[in-house]
């Protein structure tokens, strides 16, 4: 399992490609068919657009890496990681990860933030939440 260090302003991010699965401050997954989240997160599901559909998930502010072994990645470069296109983004008053998926997913891409996350998907695409007793997941179909 390799990893990366995505360092922003005040938090650094490990991300780890493990299979076909994409790990997040070893707390979110994406996986081509399904996203795994923190058990405490709020999933709201906004109403389809024409081609787009959009799911947000809300949760207690992400864990950040505290001493890194090193920084691949500062806020504002872009990078390819096991297929992912991996885009930092650091403002004022937010800082995100946008993560492009391969096209092997059933989602187009993410936007992670400490505090939420935003899933973009096709608008004929459907959503069910499984609630386990760690974890929330969200099937794609």
Do not use: C, W
């Not at 070893?26 to 997160?41: F, G, H, W």
């Not at 950040?64 to 990681?81: I, K, T």
């Not at 992912?84 to 937010?94: I, Q, S």
């Not at 998926?101 to 891409?109: I, M, N, Q, V």
């Amino acid at each position: 399992m390799s990893s990366v260090y995505v360092k922003f302003k005040n938090i650094v991010f490990e991300v780890k490609v493990h299979g076909n699965a994409l790990f997040i401050a070893n707390s979110i997954v994406l996986d081509a068919r399904s996203i795994t989240l923190p058990k405490e997160s709020e999933i709201f599901y906004a109403e389809p657009e024409v081609k787009k559909r959009v799911v947000y998930a809300f949760y207690n502010p992400l864990k950040g890496v505290e001493r890194p072994p090193y920084v691949d990645m500062l806020a504002g470069e872009r990078r390819v990681f096991g297929g992912f296109e991996l885009r930092a983004v650091d403002m004022d008053f937010e800082q995100y990860l946008t993560v492009i998926t391969p096209g092997s997913f059933l989602y187009e891409y993410t936007i992670v933030t400490p505090r939420k996350l935003a899933l973009v998907t096709s608008a004929k695409r459907d959503f069910y939440l499984e609630d386990t007793e760690k974890r929330k997941i969200i099937h794609i179909v």
